[in-house]
């Protein structure tokens, strides 16, 4: 054989040696995860009854508030407001006002007077987890034009949505 | 005759070559985080850690010789958050000849290389589990994947 072909079956043998020993073989898994949409709102419980009862002599009847309850919110969103809403509107010259405080991130929209239409009571709120127990307030106000108002409940429905 | 000798040499170890050592991995790892993985409803975060299936992935080796090999572990991302660290560990020995050692406690899989575990023969039934952290409600709602690839050496 000549010294070429020593040399090139040399060579051939130790590549085919060398690849033996840096065998190596690979294989692929996949790992998802799929995150949903989360809109989570609750509230501490009910507020106390809201009477208007007192007045000052000459003047429209006192407002009656409350501000015993809270609320907490956890938004994985950009962009979401809280909307605030009651079954049924109240009876005339008899108001029901709403002041939600902002969580960490978002703007409160102050005092709101609730009806059955849909008002927005804090807006800008992205990403977040607030369980500090942002206040409520509740003002039950009514004129003297409104009379003698029977007993009555509404219920407040209090809803996370896509900002505008 | 030499011609003869030194071909067949090479062509024995072309043979050998072609049965190298090889490692298959089946399984896999998907998770839906939702509200309900909230840690304590409306008001708090997620639940920061999620922890798959005992033996999310099943790998084995085989087509081993007489060296040692060695697995290692690294990931290509598809759609991934800045804020998860996927981890892996090996739960079981697996069965068959020779043996396994490391791997047994969580390491972090990278997107570069990473020791995972060793051992020696063919191994089958080797049950690895996954572990990600850093869920929050900072992560957008969406699909979230990667690759995870390992590769055997020996």
Known sequence: MSKLGIISLTFVFLLALTNLLIAASSDTQTVSFSVSSIDEISVSGDPAALCVDTATAGSEPDDDTDATTTYAITTNNTNRKITGAIDSNMPANVSLEINLVAPTVGSSAGDMTLSTTAEDLVTGITQVADGSGNTITYTLSATVAAGIVASDTRTVTLTIAAGS | ?154
Not at chain 2, 43 to 59: F, K, M, P, R
Not at chain 2, 86 to 94: A, N, P, T, W
């Open chain 2, 1 to 154: 005759m030499k011609k003869i000798a030194l071909l067949t040499m090479v062509m024995l170890l072309a043979c050998v070559q072609a049965q190298a050592v090889d490692i298959s991995a089946t399984g896999g790892w998907t998770e839906t985080i939702d509200a309900s993985d909230l840690a304590g409803g409306a008001g708090t975060n997620l639940i920061d850690n999620y922890e798959s299936a005992a033996a999310a992935t099943i790998l084995e080796v085989y087509g081993t010789g007489v060296n040692d090999w060695y697995v290692d572990v690294t990931r290509s991302d598809i759609t991934w958050h800045g804020d998860f660290t996927l981890y892996v560990k090996r739960i079981s020995d697996g069965t068959g000849s020779g043996w396994v050692a490391n791997g047994i406690a969580y390491i972090a899989i990278e997107t570069v290389d990473s020791d995972f575990f060793n051992g020696n023969g063919d191994r089958s039934n080797i049950n690895v589990q996954y572990r990600l952290t850093g869920m929050s409600v900072s992560v957008p709602p969406g699909m979230y994947s990667t690759t995870v690839t390992y590769t055997v050496t020996e």
